[in-house]
């Protein structure tokens, strides 16, 4: 017999080789129907493969994350079974799920496939599915698996193979399709309902240039009918939220070929909404002890020998630039901290110095794939709102709390309400992959959960995901169409200390290493501002939006009283423009409203007459005649209750 622990610690004793199923169905027929997959240990497996250990267990239906990857993977085999059946001879690269969905890297040789051919695809996806078939698991000698994949003349699979080692190897196999794969999946296809391909995009294979490119084709699935249905009417809603249009419509950015793929040009008013987003932070970082520094783009590649980076981001990097000194090259900077760490270094440091708080909106630069930009969400060129604490390790816990403080004030602000907090600590059984000693793991982790506890913070903990130099905690956002987005990151590094040989004095006259956290509430901010965009629709908050108020005479007799209202609200601290086009008035309030400008102020003579101002507010439409003074009292009032106590 063996134990297996459950999720509420509850113990229960089995036959050695019972399955996830199997122990589903001993609690109830109801649940066995709805599992997915199964967590084994922290590791996620078929629910129908043997189990013969002790072991903790949880059992995943589609209300989990690893339930809807397992599904999503599955569905892709599902994918490359009808397209084998469909299109003979088809090849296939690799089939992941991803956050929604799936995709799977096929070459079609000749065959160009385009959204045309979805329809057929999906049919026969749908037609396998009600096959119920099951989906096998079986461990494969690589002689065995490179002889399969030799005979079905599928290269892609046979590259794959020479990189994994003999007793390591799994197919899987559903109805005539046998893919090479480490799973897991459903227990048959009859759980996939509905289905839909979504897109085609080109990848090259490994994501190398010079490779041959196969065809991307992504689609989702779901187990309901009516969950696709709602998942199609949030994309559609998403492609009206989309900040590439919503940021064109409103004149905030720009890409031109001639500048170069991935590299944003802020327009006046994107610009303004930016330094705005800076300020804001600028003003809470001052209160709170940082201060601002400015490094420069390039830094000698001896830099990022030192910190790493050059062996982490050679590849994605901007090629190297020489000087006419024999030997000599400077990189485009891939990230703000080894500048940082040179700024630390610049002087002796004492304890009582500590915490160091350094900060600065550096621009950094990593060489994407043309295929993987994406608007401002991903570029070639970015602005970090970076930040380095030095401390020492008895500070960690107190720098964590005030760094949450600024993350809570910018979600207060921006009106980021639904979000939790994921911790990530590393592996405790596979410790060569981190540096630092168990001591200062421990210390860190635990400093990091209190706080999280402290401040009631909802979150979760998932070990192995830590960065190789220390834990972290991330900010994992849900947009206002649910989406999830990471907003604004700490990290804890005991890394670039040692590389730098960074050093204080302590009270006992000894030197010793500070600890680094690294910080960024924003992340970048071409990627914030693109979230912020879509989670908006490109309606800010008023004490961000790019003009608060555009004023609309009737008639070019109102031009002059335009001009005082307009030196009137500037003088009162309030963003607006004067719309004198020799448009009509209705017009004028379309183009406004197209703009999500949040308040029109129509005048004409009553109004110049009485000193007022006529308001319509964006997307309620007329609010009656207002004094000036009244209408910037109250949007003052706005901006102070959107603000707080950042004023």
Avoid at 7 to 20: A, F, H, K
Avoid at 262 to 281: D, H, I, Q, S, Y
Avoid at 622 to 630: I, M, R, S, V
Wanted: charged residues 30%.
């Amino acid at each position: 017999m063996i134990n297996i622990t459950l999720p509420d610690n509850s113990v229960r004793q089995y036959s050695e080789g019972t399955t996830g199923m199997e122990i589903a169905r001993s609690i109830s027929e109801g649940l066995a129907r709805n599992v997915l997959s199964i967590m084994v240990n922290d590791e996620v497996w078929d629910a129908t493969r043997p189990i013969r250990i002790d072991a903790k267990v949880k059992l995943l239906t589609w209300n989990d994350e690893e339930g809807k990857g397992t599904f999503w993977h599955s569905s892709a085999h599902l994918m490359a079974e009808a397209v084998e059946i469909l299109y003979p001879g088809a090849k296939f690269g690799i089939g992941p799920h991803i956050e929604n969905g799936f995709y799977y890297d096929i070459d079609f040789g000749d065959k160009a496939i385009s959204s045309e051919d979805f329809p057929k695809i999906e049919a026969k996806m749908l037609e396998l599915a009600k096959e119920n078939q099951a989906f096998v698991r079986k461990e494969v000698a690589k002689a065995d698996a490179l002889d399969f994949f030799t005979r079905k003349n599928d290269d892609y699979k046979l590259e794959l193979l020479q990189d994994l080692e003999d007793g390591h190897i799994t197919f899987y196999e559903s109805g005539h399709f046998t893919d090479l794969c480490r799973g897991p999946h459903l227990p048959d296809t009859s759980m996939i309902k509905a289905v839909k391909l979504l897109n085609t995009a080109g990848a090259y294979w490994r994501g190398d240039e010079t490779r041959h490119q196969l065809t991307r084709i992504y689609g989702i699935t779901f187990p309901k009918q009516k969950e696709l249905t709602e998942y199609l009417t949030l994309l559609e809603e998403a492609k009206k939220r989309d900040h590439r249009k919503i940021g064109k419509e409103m004149e905030l950015f720009t890409f031109s070929q001639k500048v170069g793929l991935g590299l944003p040009l802020w327009l006046p008013k994107g610009a303004l909404l930016r330094e705005r987003l800076e300020m804001f932070l600028k003003k809470v970082q001052k209160k709170a002890g940082y201060q601002q520094v400015i490094c420069p783009h390039i830094g000698n590649v001896e830099l990022y020998k030192t910190s790493g980076h050059y062996q982490k981001y050679g590849e994605s990097s901007f090629r190297p630039i020489t000087t006419p000194v024999p030997g000599e090259e400077f990189f485009l900077k891939p990230m703000n901290c080894p500048h940082h760490c040179e700024i630390y270094t610049s002087k002796p440091r004492s304890y009582k110095e500590l915490p160091v708080r350094i900060a600065e909106f550096g621009t950094v630069y990593r060489y994407e794939q043309s295929g993987e930009l994406h608007g401002l969400t991903r570029v070639r060129g970015f602005t970090q709102d970076d930040a380095h604490i030095f401390c020492t390790p008895e500070q960690v816990k107190d720098e964590f709390k005030g760094v949450i403080d600024i993350v809570m004030l910018i979600f207060k602000a921006l009106d980021f309400k639904d979000f939790i907090t994921q911790i990530s600590f590393r592996d405790k059984n596979n410790k060569e992959k981190y540096i630092g000693s168990d001591e200062n793991w421990e210390k860190a982790e635990k400093a990091i959960l209190e706080v999280a506890q402290e401040r009631n913070l909802n979150y979760v903990i998932v070990p192995g995901e830590a960065a190789f130099y220390g834990p972290k905690m991330d900010f994992m956002v849900k947009d206002a169409l649910g989406r999830k987005w990471q907003l604004g990151t700490i990290q804890v590094d005991y890394n670039l200390p040692d590389r730098f040989e960074l050093e204080y004095i302590g009270s006992d006259n000894q030197k010793h290493r500070p600890v680094m956290i690294h910080r960024a509430p924003f992340g970048s901010m071409e990627r914030f501002v693109a979230v912020l965009i879509e989670h908006t629709a490109g309606q800010f908050p008023l004490w961000l939006t790019p003009d608060q108020a555009i004023i609309l005479p009737i008639s070019e007799k109102y031009q002059n009283y335009a001009e005082k209202v307009l030196q009137f609200l500037n003088n009162s601290d309030i963003r607006a423009q004067i719309d004198d086009r020799n448009e009509k008035t209705g017009k004028k309030i379309r183009d406004a409203e197209l703009a999500k400008i949040p308040f029109m102020l129509v005048v004409g003579e009553r109004e110049e007459l009485e000193g007022t101002v006529s308001v319509r507010k964006h997307s309620h439409g007329d609010l009656g005649p207002q004094k000036l003074e009244d209408f910037a009292k109250f949007i003052q009032e706005e901006v102070k209750t959107e603000l707080g106590d950042i004023n």
